[in-house]
């Protein structure tokens, strides 16, 4: 492909945690060099990288000898500052642009974008501070949900609003910045569709991915979801007209509610790969990490076909309370695959890997992983 970055280029990953990491595996597979810069001393992608930058985000130097390292940047969060992104693409082409990173990482101006794009979404007010909250709760009404404008992730910087009760706590959230106030949707299910897209438009959209989360993090992802085909449809329809409106380049997920009604709201887009899906890893010809690689380098995008039902467990740090977890007692079990993430402490809520488990079926595949997640723990010592 004329213009493409080939095995041999550099990529250079802003962020180096998990998601860091695997994309810097897909890139050593591929025959690529990797770059990572992360304020973070000894990140989990420094383990696969060639070099690292160990410095603030804004630190001028670093920005310096960041882009004079690569020949390509990438992220793989979207918590980094907006501004350092834009400055490095006057050295080297930013994939997704600065722009998407930009309007992806504030929630009003990503609701915005759903908006003027005719794409289905929960309702939602700006709530600027203490003032605009009452006006705001009267035009969504209650139960609903704050949020911080920006920088929020894993259900961190939301309060649930429930009755006045829960003011109090609004209130506290304001006083760290502007947030948004989104109406909460009775809910039959979530789903996640990811989406490559290339310089030239060309597409690649993976099957669709069924989600459940507990305490607002990801717990347990099963593919293909479990709806009907002209959901599955309505959901990949959607997912590209993101992809397109945004003027892609690279990797997104596009997650979204599946109402009471069987109606689809898009909630979120991540301009990543995402922890749904992980379990393209096994379960598709090209997983995420590899196709984000493709869409960044103007490689052709790889197929997305899926090879086999799957499911992906997160492994968090509560699973380490009483030492190693049991790794052996299931790694035996066929189609069963682990991933550790190489963080050094493991904390409460803290994502230190995952399971994935090919099946015959998705039901399977569900109750598989969960089964093989369940006996990591350790037996229950006897107190009596």
Not at 86 to 110: D, I, K, Y
Not at 280 to 288: L, P
């Amino acid at each position: 492909m004329t213009g493409a970055l080939l095995p041999g280029a550099t990529i250079g990953v802003m962020g180096g945690g998990q998601l860091g990491r695997m994309l810097g595996q897909a890139a050593r597979r591929l025959g690529y060099g990797v770059v990572v810069w992360s304020p973070e001393p000894q990140p989990p992608a420094a383990a696969v990288a060639d070099g690292l930058v160990c410095e603030p985000y804004h630190n001028r130097e670093a920005e310096v000898a960041f882009a004079t390292a690569v020949d390509v940047v990438t992220f793989e969060f979207e918590n980094i500052p907006a501004d350092v992104v834009e400055r490095l693409a006057t050295w080297r082409p930013v994939r997704p642009s600065p722009q998407v990173l930009a309007l992806t990482q504030h929630r009003g101006r990503e609701k915005a974008f759903l908006r003027s794009a005719g794409l289905p979404h929960a309702p939602y007010r700006e709530v600027a501070d203490r003032a605009a909250l009452a006006p705001a709760l009267r035009a969504i009404g209650y139960p609903c949900v704050l949020k911080t404008a920006g920088f929020g992730y894993d259900g961190k910087g939301q309060v649930r609003l429930r009755g006045r009760r829960d003011l109090g706590a609004a209130r506290a959230l304001l006083d760290e910045g502007p947030c948004l106030l989104e109406r909460q949707v009775p809910l039959r299910l979530e789903v996640s569709v990811v989406v490559a897209r290339a310089a030239d438009g060309e597409l690649a959209i993976y099957p669709v991915f069924e989600n459940e989360h507990r305490d607002h993090v990801l717990d347990v992802t099963v593919v293909p979801a479990r709806i009907s085909d002209e959901l599955a449809a309505q959901a990949t329809r959607l997912a590209v007209q993101v992809a397109e409106g945004l003027g892609l380049v690279g990797l997104a997920c596009i997650e979204c509610f599946v109402d009471e009604h069987g109606k689809l709201l898009v909630n979120e887009i991540a301009p990543r790969p995402h922890n749904s899906g992980h379990v393209s890893i096994e379960a598709c010809e090209t997983d995420q990490f590899e196709q984000q690689l493709r869409a960044v380098c103007g490689l052709p995008l790889g197929s997305t076909r899926l090879r086999s039902p799957a499911a992906m467990a997160n492994l968090l740090g509560d699973l380490w309370d009483d030492g190693t977890p049991a790794f052996a007692r299931v790694l035996a079990q066929p189609g069963l695959h682990l991933h550790l993430y190489g963080k050094r402490q493991a904390r409460p809520g803290r994502k230190m890997g995952h399971l994935s488990l090919l099946a015959g079926d998705a039901d399977r595949a569900d109750a598989g992983v969960r089964a093989a997640r369940d006996a990591l723990r350790p037996p229950a010592r006897d107190v009596g």
